[in-house]
């Protein structure tokens, strides 16, 4: 049974950093992109970022380049968001995704965590 277990997530002021990590069981791991993914009430899933299955490559939308880190160890099967000077727009429930292709639409992936929320206050 696969899972996807995030954690991390809280509530903070703007400027502040926040390490969000998903623990990945019941399938191989470092066979699958991951990627995580922000949803705000009454709006779309959007991708934050992806990453593939060694770890070499990301990709980040425009919002979060320089901003946040997209890891992952697959030693350990765990998917890492490092996110740093956070903005009140950061504000958002934020979930990682297995899937089969490096891409940041929801659509290509698998399997989804429950998400952590993650709110930033100004």
């Known amino acids: 049974q696969v899972q996807l277990v995030e954690s991390g997530g809280g509530s903070l002021q703007a400027g502040g950093s926040l390490r969000l990590s998903c623990v990945a069981s019941g399938y191989t791991f470092s066979s699958y992109y991951m990627a995580w993914f922000s949803q705000t009430p009454g709006k779309e899933r959007e991708g934050v970022a992806v990453?593939?299955?060694?770890?070499?490559?990301?990709y980040y939308t425009d919002s979060v380049k320089g901003r946040f880190s997209i890891s992952r160890d697959n030693t350990k099967n765990i998917l890492y968001l490092q996110m740093n000077s956070l903005k009140p727009e950061d504000t958002a429930m934020y979930y990682c995704?297995?899937?089969?292709?490096?891409?940041?639409?929801?659509?290509?992936?698998?399997?989804w965590g429950q998400g952590t929320q993650v709110t930033v206050s100004s």
């Open positions: 995704a297995a899937g089969g292709v490096y891409s940041l639409r929801d659509a290509r992936y698998n399997y």
């Open positions: 990453i593939d299955t060694s770890g070499r490559n990301t």
